[in-house]
Each structure stands twice: as C-alpha cells, then as structure tokens.
C-alpha cells in the first residue's frame, strides 16, 4: 500500500469501468480491482446486439473493448482477487491478494457469483475459513490446513503454506466439499471421508459478493441500493449485476455512472466537513 485512492473500486466489467471513468472525469483518483476478462459474464456471451450505438458483437470482442478503454483511462488497474472491504474510520481497506488498498470509498461492481457455497463455508469465516493464505497464513504456522482449488493461484498459496511451516493437505478436484466444526472449523469433508484441520482455505476465482463487506443489506440476491447506488454501509456504493435483476448492460453502464457521482460527492463532502472541523 502506498497511496489512499479517492475511490476503490471492485470489478472491471460494465459497470466497473463506466464508474471509472465518471471518477477520472471528476477529477478522482481511482483504482480498479480486475480479474481476468474471461472469468466476468459479458465475456461468455455468444452475441451482444442491443448495445445502443454499438453494431452485433460477441461478449468477448465487447469486454476486450471495455478492458482496453479502462487500461488506457489512466485508473490504476489492480490485477487480482478482491477478498474483502474493511471499514477502517474515515477510509476503508480492501484485500486484493497479496496486497492492500486504501480507499475513501468503494464502488463494488463484481458482478455475480453463481458458485455455491460449501456446506459450512460461511458458517466458519473468520474461525477457520480463509479465502487469503497471505493474510491469515501466518495464523496456521505450525498447523494443518487445507487448501481447496486447483488453479495456479491455489497451488501457489499451497505452496507458500508450506514455505512458512504449515502442514498441507491439497484438494484440487472438483467436488462436494463442507466444513465440519464447533467454535472453529475442525474437519474437511470430501467425498465421504473426514480430515483432521486446523484450518481451511477455499481459492475459488471469484469470493461471492455477499462475504465482500459487512453491514450490506440484501434482496433477492442482489444488493440494496438507494437511486443514488448507495448501500447499507455510508461510504460503500454498489452497482451492475449484484445489485439484482435485469442483467444486462445498459443498466450496468448507467448505474456504474450513478455509483460513481455519488461516491465523488461522498468523497468531497468528507473532506468539506473535515477541513470545517
């Protein structure tokens, strides 16, 4: 961390970038949490053709376009998983990986997050699930935790596991997974048998949006949201997909607009009211 960003925002898709570049043209600095293009909805799209101005195109060609405008926009782009949003006083602090980002505020514009959880996953978040090795690692040293994934990323965490005196059992197939425990998550449970855990990191691609931040409210799956995009939590507003229905790509650009003014003013009128003071 070496900065504090007017404006963190969490997803690079529709509503992402269009709230990026409503915060540059205010004049905000902004970050942007992006994962790779091909994990977001739009880039699955076999065909895209009720974009007003745009001709037919597939999903694909149209997140290369959105991802291209937003590397060229001047935002800082910040390549990796957001794992969570943490109220920190005046400013809020979101894990992205390895790193952490200071923001005044966040505009979450993940998306959403059809994978279900495992049994026991949510249960046990914060007493025995982890979704970050680098920032609960250090709790398990000397312990046996398991690691849950198969991609690169879940391999490298396994390994660094390891690297800091954990004992590692790896799970990479896909399955039926669930979390076993009292107080603290305790056991793995896969495919019928039980392991003996200290703790359990699950690395999927995405972490649902429902576990980003504490204190929002939901409905119907979706973010609850006021017309000016903002949520539950002052200082936090949402917009796109995780907001709710319908799913589709002008309400994502309008309401990452909406999202983004809205956080500029929260924004200017914390430091009015603190300069007053």
């Known amino acids: 961390m070496d900065r504090l960003y007017d404006v963190v925002i969490i997803g690079a898709g529709a509503a992402g970038t269009s709230a990026a570049l409503t915060c540059l043209s205010r004049g905000k600095a902004a970050a942007v949490?992006?994962?790779?293009?091909?994990?977001?909805?739009?880039?699955?799209?076999?065909?895209?053709?009720?974009?007003p101005g745009l001709p037919p195109m597939t999903g694909k060609e149209l997140a290369g376009l959105f991802r291209r405008q937003l590397e060229e926009s001047g935002a800082a782009l910040i390549r990796g998983r957001a794992l969570s949003v943490l109220p920190m006083g005046e400013s809020f602090g979101v894990a992205v990986e390895d790193q952490f980002l200071m923001g005044r505020s966040v505009i979450l514009a993940a998306g959403i997050t059809r994978e279900k959880l495992y049994p026991g996953e949510a249960a046990f978040l914060g007493r025995g699930v982890s979704y970050c090795a680098t920032c609960d690692g250090m709790l398990y040293r000397?312990?046996?935790?398991?690691?849950?994934?198969?991609?690169?990323?879940?391999?490298?965490?396994?390994?660094?596991?390891?690297?800091?005196?954990?004992?590692?059992?790896?799970?990479?197939?896909?399955?039926?997974?669930?979390?076993?425990?009292?107080?603290?998550?305790?056991?793995?449970?896969?495919?019928?048998?039980?392991?003996?855990?200290?703790?359990?990191?699950?690395?999927?691609?995405?972490?649902?949006?429902?576990?980003?931040?504490?204190?929002?409210?939901?409905?119907?799956?979706?973010?609850?949201t006021d017309r000016h995009m903002a949520t539950a939590v002052p200082g936090v507003f949402a917009a796109g997909d995780c907001t709710g229905k319908p799913y589709q790509l002008a309400k994502a650009v309008g309401e990452g607009n909406i999202a983004a003014l809205s956080a500029c003013e929260y924004v200017d009128t914390s430091s009015s009211a603190k300069h007053t003071n």
């Open 33 to 51: 949490v992006a994962n790779p293009e091909e994990t977001e909805s739009l880039y699955k799209a076999e065909l895209v053709s009720n974009y």
């Open 142 to 224: 000397g312990k046996t935790v398991a690691v849950v994934g198969g991609s690169a990323e879940a391999r490298r965490d396994a390994d660094f596991l390891e690297s800091i005196g954990c004992k590692v059992l790896r799970f990479e197939k896909n399955g039926a997974y669930a979390v076993k425990g009292e107080e603290k998550a305790s056991a793995l449970l896969f495919e019928g048998q039980e392991y003996p855990v200290d703790g359990v990191f699950i690395l999927k691609d995405t972490v649902s949006v429902t576990r980003l931040a504490p204190g929002l409210e939901y409905r119907n799956g979706g973010i609850v």
